[in-house]
């Protein structure tokens, strides 16, 4: 997979979505389950806001300094026994695994939830080069074996129900158990021991690395990253150049904010720290460990004015949020990052070729905004990308533009304006019936194919304010 | 106390009443209301669509036309809130930014100027029948106008307030998104409409004229027999 998934457009993805009633039912019902865990974690916390801001600090505080952390981080790592990798783009973090694989003679590799890798399309890669590749968390496992690809960032099968997944074991895994997800998830279970046993490498992502100790951390609640990590000899983290925080005390607070905006849980049933690899009076770790920082289009970011989208948690609380996001599901949006943050994210990694829809596809209700754990401005991101689309890509029509000059001088020439609505009722009479418009010319067709548009009044305000101020002047 | 009533121009074209009302409002409670004409749109259908320079001219034209004001107040979170985003548009241009500033400091919502200003809770107002509220993304959000329009609310006589389920749910509006993503809003919309038909409610009640205009709409094309109002008009009836 790459970033871009898909090869729909815009308008065809956005249908499909809104004309899947089980995706939607779906996800509608996540999202309600999420939103509320939210805010009850939120409110039992106490001083919620403080956290969000103590949580901005940290972050832009490490991305101020963020060169100064990763040389600290790779130092630890290093000297812990482990090798740094700084991949500039994705096709140098993808050869460089490719190698680790082809020197370890590495046959199978598991790997526990990651988007970085599903963003550098690691799969692929490791799959081109000969090795069975296996995802360990159930989710990405479903989506693995469905050959789907992600809809959301903490639970990637989030568009899917407990039938469809059965029918995906039933075919795949000749499954023949109910859709109870206790018995889907003992089966996945099961069929995954095997994989664990028998894989020559592991691959986790990163939720945080933390530089003063040079830990990976893994935040998860199935406890299959634990296997990842301690069964097969070689490990490789991966993650994006921008995970990163300065010291132990500085995680325990974004891991509170993570877990409380990401579900609603006061913590996830395993934290995970990974350091080095397995010392002389040690009984377990890996042989062989191998971090690999991902840019990818991050360090370009640095430093403009879209910088605070690299404070980002990934924790989807703004997707979860999102009613857009609601009503047409992740794949909409044809990027592995969806939602608000996909939106923001998406067209900065990806450029906005593939992508310049995406910041369109919101109301700018700022929920995401509200609900981001260290308060990312999303809609206010999602406006300076509308800008660069419009004012430096020209990406727009023509017709739009014409438009927008148009209300330019219509607003700031009060005699075309008062000129205008005065003549709005008799220019839209045509299409008026009972002081309504059901069916609207031009630019008016989005709104009337919805809902009802009403007649222009009568008399305007000001004629009426102008009318009262003639009679009190008698 | 003199205060210029920033119209909007949705209000100023679609629904006078709205800003009868408000007048009516602020002269009850002692406000001396005056309406500049040179006033034309906040430039939010512009700036929001990525058309930095053409919001531009509109919000210069607004900065003039307040000049002289007082005190600003309009009908509108939203278009309150643009006014209040001025400062920032307009950086690269500090003169304007600092006329900019000027008008920012001044403007209200009608609500929060009620409550916040006026210090009134009680307008006095009495409106019988069983209604629903929705807040607006804007006014709430962004503004962060949250209690005025519920205490005034709650404050009228005979009104049956009954809570909108996910009230802060988005109506779908967001300016030319209802036209661009109209497959997207119109569902958002729906979903809204539900939400109001499971209250019972007779009245829906916003404080965006926007919002309103859009729920309104949705509601009218279902049949729905909700009829809607703008704050202010509640508020005015006695
Ligand atoms: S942008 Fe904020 S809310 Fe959205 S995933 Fe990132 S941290 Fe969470």
Known sequence: MSIKIGHKLYAERIQDGLNNAFMRKAV???????????????????????????????????????????????????????????????????????????????KKVVKSKSMVTEEIGLNEALE????????????????????????????????????????????????????????LAAFAREQLRQDFLEA???????????????????????????????????????????????????????????????????????????????????????????????????SKILGTEFQSALHCIRCAACINACPVYRHVGGHSYGSIYPGPIGAVLTPLL?????????????????????????????????????EIIV???????????????????????????????KMARTTLKPWTKEEYIEKGPGPMKGWTEQRDFPAPSKERFRDWYQKREQRSDQ | MKVSLFITCLCDTFTPDVGKDTVELLERFGCEVDFPAGQTCCGQPAYNSGYKSESIKAMKQMIKAFEQAEYVVGPSGSCVHMLKEYPKVLADEPEWAKRARKLADKTFELTQFLVDVLKVEDVGSTFTGTATYHPSCHMTRLLGVKDAPRILLENVKGLNLIELPMKEDCCGFGGTF?????????????????????????????????????????????????????????????
Not at chain 1, 225 to 233: H, Q
Not at chain 1, 273 to 295: K, M, N, S
Request: aromatic share 6%; charged share 30%; hydrophobic share 35%.
């Open chain 1, 28 to 106: 509608s019902s996540a999202q309600g389950r999420f939103r509320s865990g939210r805010l009850k974690a939120a409110e039992e916390l106490g001083d919620w806001e403080d956290w969000r801001t103590l949580g901005e600090e940290i972050r832009s505080h490490t991305m101020e300094n963020l060169d100064y952390y990763l040389h600290q981080l790779s130092e630890q790592v290093e000297k812990r026994g482990g090798t740094v990798f700084f991949a500039e783009t994705a096709k140098e973090a993808n050869e460089y695994i490719q190698e680790i694989a082809k020197k370890r003679q590495a």
């Open chain 1, 200 to 298: 020559d490498i592991g691959v986790t992502g990163c939720n945080f690395a933390v530089a003063e100790s040079g830990a990976i951390t893994l935040v998860t609640n199935e406890g299959n990253a634990r296997m990842v990590t301690s069964l097969p000899d070689t490990q490789i983290s991966v993650m994006g150049m921008e995970r990163i925080v300065p010291t132990w005390e500085d995680l325990e607070v974004v891991v509170s904010l993570l877990t409380r905006a990401a579900v609603g849980q006061k913590l996830t049933s395993y934290i995970t720290a990974l350091t080095g690899t397995r010392l002389e009076d040690e009984v377990d770790g890996p042989e062989d460990f191998h971090l690999v920082i991902v840019d990818n289009g991050r």
């Open chain 1, 391 to 421: 004012e430096r890509e020209k990406m727009t029509t023509k017709a739009e533009k014409m438009m927008m000059m148009g209300f330019a001088k219509w607003a700031s020439t009060p005699a075309a304006y008062k000129l205008s609505t």
């Open chain 1, 128 to 183: 081109k080069s000969g090795c069975e590749v296996v995802e360990s968390d159930l989710g990405e496992w479903i989506l693995q074996l469905d050959e789907d690809p992600p809809s959301h960032i903490v639970t990637p099968a989030l568009h899917k129900n407990k039938e469809q997944i059965r029918e995906t074991f039933r075919k795949k895994k000749g499954y023949t158990g109910s859709d109870d997800p206790v018995e």
């Open chain 2, 178 to 238: 209802a036209v661009k993503n109209s497959h997207i809003s119109g569902q958002m919309v729906q979903e809204k409409a539900e939400h109001i038909e499971e209250t019972k409610a007779d009245y829906l009640i916003g404080g965006d004229m926007g919002c309103v205009m859009n729920m309104g709409g949705r509601l009218r094309r279902n049949g729905q027999e909700v009829k809607f109002l703008h704050i202010a008009q509640v508020l005015n009836t006695q």
């Open chain 1, 350 to 386: 990806d450029g906005y070729d593939d992508h310049k829809d995406l910041p369109y596809a919101s109301t700018l209700c700022a929920a995401c905004t509200e609900a981001c754990p260290v308060k990312i401005p999303l809609h206010e991101h999602l406006i300076r990308h509308r």
